[in-house]
């Protein structure tokens, strides 16, 4: 898809890009740059995420940027134009974003309150304005946010965001409040609105510590007694003496409504379909891994495996590459338009990850082919760069079998469901100290259970129950890993 476009006078429009494989939106999370900066072929202007990663996009070209369409925060469609960049190399028509944020805004739209923006002080990061045209935006409204105002050429959303949640109307358009995005999900997961959160950043920005003050009201020596600040408006707190008081998190509003949008959507979407599409069957071992864990132990000295992850997932993730390689029937899948078996002779071992957007399964390409160092490697690479919200689209794709960790949780098992395509997904529990028959005595043994889930349609319970038994065969006898290799 063509990503942009040049008129006559030598602006250039730059398109949202499917930087997903056939994704239909994408949501802007940062701006790294603002009208009037220089930009160059290949430098990064904005971050954003899609229904599968988070993606930065560069421009193609070196130019001034003249206009930024989105705020951040807007889902915006592929194919919408995002940023138009100068590339005549005269002065961009930057200026008249500052020129209209010191204009009032036009009697015909009342709803449109003078931007508070026009401050000397220096340029402030771009949240509020430089909204989309008018004539062929079809992205999602904004909540809290009024229509586009048409002001100096450029188009500016007025907002009324503390207006509207104060129960003030729209008498002045609030300026939305300043905050990163980590802050802004940080305030998400807690339920705290950063319209009634004081900043303490500089410039008025609102700080990981600001978020975690407001979502921890009970800390406040007499919060009953005394009136609520008039600066931090919160809904008035239900007191019931009769009843103790749970906790303090339940002051303010009754509940928050969270937009279903990128990894989360994608997650929702693919789990529905798995679950009514395959019929899933699990089965559960529970096992003896003291030996497993004393290898674990003796890898992290060994020299070939200085500075690489080592723990015992390592050495699950080898087991059931022994027992997939002993039963390659498991590794396939269904192809439902053609009605055939797809037999895959290689492993592209998925690895369920926890992020701060939600749970990725990025794969292990080929993972068949690595020794146990190579696999350590690839795997402390995976993790790392899942935890930086790095993983790109393309390393969750094309996965063939799965293994999600629920043990780091302290969880004993679970019945996992497929990732579409794949035809089955190994749960690893918590691995606990637990009395075991060993040798005829009972005596304290490391245990813990594996929960396979797989494709019944393509997968008899004779073929799952031969690959479950042989991944516990290889984590109770670690030599396994030799003669069976």
Not at 170 to 178: E, G
Request: charged share 20%.
């Amino acid at each position: 898809m063509t990503t942009m476009t040049e008129n006559a006078s030598g602006l250039r429009e730059f398109k949202m890009p499917d930087v997903g494989e056939g994704l239909t939106e994408a949501e802007i999370l940062k701006w790294y740059v603002q009208v009037g900066d220089t930009v160059t072929d290949g430098q990064v202007v904005c971050e954003v995420e899609t229904a599968k990663a988070a993606v930065e996009l560069p421009i193609p070209y070196d130019g001034v940027v003249s206009e930024l369409r989105f705020p951040e925060g807007t889902t915006v469609d592929v194919g919408q134009v995002i940023i138009t960049v100068d590339v005549s190399g005269g002065t961009a028509p930057a200026p008249a974003a500052p020129a209209a944020e010191q204009a009032p805004a036009a009697p015909a739209a009342p709803a449109a309150a003078p931007d508070e923006e026009a401050k000397p002080t220096g340029r402030k990061p771009v949240l509020v304005g430089y909204g989309v045209a008018e004539s062929s935006t079809k992205r999602r409204p904004r909540k809290g946010a009024e229509a586009p105002v048409q002001q100096g050429g450029t188009l500016f959303a007025a907002t009324a965001i503390q207006g509207e949640l104060n129960g003030h109307g729209p008498a002045s358009a609030q300026q939305r409040p300043l905050a990163k995005p980590p802050v802004r999900k940080l305030a998400k997961d807690l339920g705290v609105d950063l319209a009634t959160v004081t900043p303490s950043g500089p410039d008025g920005i609102i700080t990981r510590e600001d978020v975690h003050a407001a979502a921890a009201p009970a800390q406040a020596p007499a919060p009953l007694a005394a009136p609520a600040p008039a600066a931090v408006p919160q809904a008035p707190v239900q007191v019931q003496p009769q009843i103790p008081a749970p906790a303090a998190s339940y002051d303010g509003a009754r509940e928050t409504r969270i937009p279903v949008k990128g990894v989360r959507k994608a997650i929702a979407t693919a789990m529905v379909g798995s679950a009514f599409t395959a019929p899933h069957v699990t089965e559960f071992v529970t096992l003896d891994v003291t030996r497993t864990m004393r290898l674990v132990e003796e890898l992290k000295q060994d020299k070939d495996m200085q500075g690489l992850r080592v723990n015992p997932l390592l050495l699950v993730a080898k087991a059931l590459l022994v027992a997939i390689k002993r039963n390659p029937g498991i590794n396939a899948s269904w192809d439902e338009a053609n009605q055939e078996i797809v037999q895959k002779h290689y492993v592209n071992l998925g690895i369920a990850a926890a992020t701060p957007r939600g749970l990725i399964v990025p794969n292990i390409k080929d993972a068949h082919t690595k020794t146990l160092p190579q696999l350590a490697e690839s795997l402390g690479e995976l993790v790392a760069t899942a935890r930086e919200g790095k993983t790109s689209p393309a390393a969750m794709q094309g996965g063939t079998v799965t293994i999600t960790n629920v043990g780091v949780f302290g969880v004993d098992t679970g019945t996992p469901i497929l990732n579409p395509g794949e035809s089955a997904i190994l749960a690893v529990g918590a691995i606990k100290l637990q009395p075991w028959v060993h040798k005829g005595k009972v005596k304290p043994r490391q245990v813990t259970t594996l929960a396979l889930s797989f494709d019944h349609r393509l997968v008899d319970g004779e073929l799952g129950s031969r690959v479950l038994a042989d991944t516990a065969a290889v984590l109770e006898q670690p030599k396994r890993l030799i003669t069976w290799a």
